[in-house]
């Protein structure tokens, strides 16, 4: 009985800490939530877009981002896109 509970208690150990490890440290949409596994990501970094604020976004959620962005500079980058 003792030899079972404790088989026990070490399965439900490792089974909590093996979903605790495979949640943590994944990268999540800044906006809607979406992990890397659901959706591909996309860094808005200061150093490649004028105002990026160093969030990951998915691909609606940083079109939106982006040109919601009031640096001048973005918005040149729009219309370059869209020509």
Known sequence: MKKTLSLTLIFMFIMVSAF????????????CGK??????????????????????YCSACYRQVYSETPVPEVADEIAKVIE
């Open 20 to 31: 605790a490890l495979t949640g943590c440290g994944k990268k999540k949409c800044a906006k």
């Open 35 to 56: 992990t890397e596994d659901e959706v591909q990501l996309f860094l808005f970094d200061t150093s490649t877009h004028p105002g990026g604020d160093g969030k990951y």
